[in-house]
């Protein structure tokens, strides 16, 4: 059975620290990747999707950035936090083909201060 | 325009009584999905429905193409119903990105 595990479960960062979050999928070869955030009380925006080890594609700028160094792991991160990045940030796989479900981490709750 | 609209935006219900959830779409979709959205924000796949009817216990969900609409029916309904619950449209395309319905706020009174 597949799994997908994100980290932390929550953090509390300062403006203009670092962050860095991270995605893992066990259990499925060559899954596509995607990163969902939430503002609170808003709507689920994908950010960044990838369909292969080392390809990310941008969907919304938000001054973040995102990476898959393996084909298990998607990495979410930015040099410089802004407030307008606290929310809920969601890590999503799904299989190859053109109609499969998505299945999603538990999320991360970040709160900038 | 709104690609999906969700409906109703909140909802208030005896326990016991039956609960029906509705998302119209306006452009072509690739799948529909439904889920619950927990107080802290996870999300629990409810309904992976593409087209047709689909059963799972009390949740009903049925998507008509040819109408653009999916909807969810929750019946006899109990307070641990209560919550968000979120339609999620899958485009065509390679990025199979998923637009979101705004949510259902779901109060199931005792």
């Known amino acids: 059975a597949q799994t997908i595990h994100q980290w932390p479960v929550a953090e509390i960062k300062a403006v203009g620290s670092p962050l860095s979050l991270g995605c893992t999928i066990k259990g499925k070869s060559s899954p596509n990747l995607y990163w969902y955030w939430q503002a609170t009380g808003g709507t689920l925006q994908q950010l960044f999707y990838?369909?292969?080890?080392?390809?990310v594609e941008s969907v919304v700028q938000l001054n973040l950035s995102a990476s898959r160094p393996k084909d298990d792991q998607f990495i979410l991160s930015t040099e410089k936090l802004l407030l307008s990045h606290s929310g809920f940030y969601l890590c999503?796989?799904?299989?190859?083909?053109?109609?499969?479900?998505?299945?999603f981490g538990k999320g991360t709750r970040l709160t900038v201060v | 325009g709104q690609q999906v609209q969700q409906s109703p935006a909140s909802l208030v219900l005896q326990e016991g009584e039956n609960a029906e959830l509705q998302c119209n779409f306006s452009t072509s979709l690739n799948s529909m999905q439904w889920f619950y959205q927990r107080p802290g924000g996870s999300l629990v796949s409810l309904f992976y429905n593409p087209s047709g009817t689909k059963h799972s216990g009390r949740l009903t969900s049925t998507t008509v193409i040819k109408e653009r609409r999916s909807s969810l029916h929750i019946s006899s309904s109990q307070t641990t119903d209560s919550g968000t619950y979120l339609c999620a449209l899958a485009l065509r395309g390679s990025n199979y990105q998923l637009i979101w319905g705004s949510g259902t706020k779901l109060i199931i009174k005792p």
């Open positions: 990838s369909i292969t080890v080392g390809q």
């Open positions: 999503a796989w799904r299989g190859q083909g053109t109609n499969t479900e998505v299945f």
